[in-house]
């Protein structure tokens, strides 16, 4: 009779695979860069529309675009394209030209999440080749505190602040995309966001 034996083997020095989705707090010491979420260990990447951008922990422990150019994006790869992106606004500042950026494939191909003006309704908008389009509008003004979730389901799209829905678009650009993260501009480097999640859904 054969006898056969199944032996695990587990080595902590080798890389893990790692799992979808994201988190972070930024409850890092102030004026660090973003690094890596709190939750996952996965590495924050930047980009710009010029000069490379600078993204650091602020003193109340939120993150705060502080220089870059007219668009600089901070982003994760959630490896995930569906799901539930949500931030808090701890502070919009004055102009408020930065929000949540979502199936990020470059600085002038995403979806992003912001207001055009401090009058203007927080809505979602597609960038392709450069060009921005409104596709889901509102005429919500958010307020320091607000948790913004953009939820991604293929081409269904659902924006909510603080649980309710604001708008909805459906468009299938960037399908495939799964890095996730927020938009910050030349105009609003007084902008802070905390607890950053990204969920998966099927």
Same mark, same amino acid.
């Given at each position: 009779m054969? +006898?056969?034996?199944?032996?695990?083997?587990?080595?902590?020095?080798?890389?893990?695979?790692?799992?979808p =989705?994201f988190?972070?707090?930024?409850?890092r010491?102030a %004026?660090?860069?973003? =690094?890596?979420?709190?939750?996952?260990?996965?590495?924050?990447?930047?980009?710009?529309? %010029?000069?490379?951008?600078v993204?650091?922990?602020?003193? %109340?422990g939120a993150a !705060?675009n502080?220089?870059?150019?007219?668009?600089?994006?901070a982003?994760?790869?959630a490896?995930a394209?569906?799901?539930?992106?949500? #931030? $808090?606004a701890?502070s919009?500042?004055?102009y408020?030209l930065?929000g949540? !950026?979502?199936?990020y494939?470059?600085?002038n191909?995403?979806?992003?999440?912001?207001?055009a003006?401090d009058?203007?309704? &927080?809505? +979602?908008?597609?960038? #392709?080749?450069g060009t921005a389009?409104?596709? %889901?509008?509102?005429s919500?003004?958010?307020?320091? =505190?607000?948790?913004?979730?953009l939820?991604?389901?293929?081409?269904?799209? +659902?924006?909510r602040?603080n649980g309710?829905?604001k $708008?909805?678009? +459906?468009?299938t650009?960037?399908?495939?995309?799964?890095r996730?993260? &927020?938009?910050g501009t030349?105009?609003?480097?007084?902008?802070?966001?905390?607890?950053?999640?990204?969920?998966?859904?099927?």
């Amino acid at each position: 009779m054969d +006898i056969i034996l199944n032996t695990y083997f587990s080595n902590s020095l080798l890389p893990r695979a790692q799992a979808p =989705g994201f988190f972070d707090n930024f409850d890092r010491p102030a %004026g660090q860069a973003l =690094g890596v979420t709190s939750g996952e260990g996965k590495t924050w990447r930047y980009e710009s529309t %010029g000069t490379t951008p600078v993204w650091r922990t602020s003193s %109340g422990g939120a993150a !705060v675009n502080v220089s870059g150019d007219s668009r600089n994006v901070a982003w994760v790869d959630a490896l995930a394209t569906n799901g539930k992106l949500g #931030v $808090t606004a701890t502070s919009l500042g004055s102009y408020r030209l930065g929000g949540l !950026v979502a199936r990020y494939q470059d600085i002038n191909n995403h979806l992003f999440v912001f207001q055009a003006s401090d009058t203007a309704g &927080l809505a +979602i908008y597609k960038r #392709v080749a450069g060009t921005a389009t409104k596709i %889901g509008d509102s005429s919500y003004i958010p307020a320091n =505190g607000d948790v913004y979730e953009l939820e991604l389901n293929g081409s269904n799209i +659902i924006l909510r602040v603080n649980g309710s829905v604001k $708008t909805t678009a +459906i468009d299938t650009a960037f399908l495939g995309e799964t890095r996730m993260g &927020l938009l910050g501009t030349s105009s609003a480097f007084s902008m802070a966001w905390d607890n950053i999640t990204f969920t998966p859904t099927a």
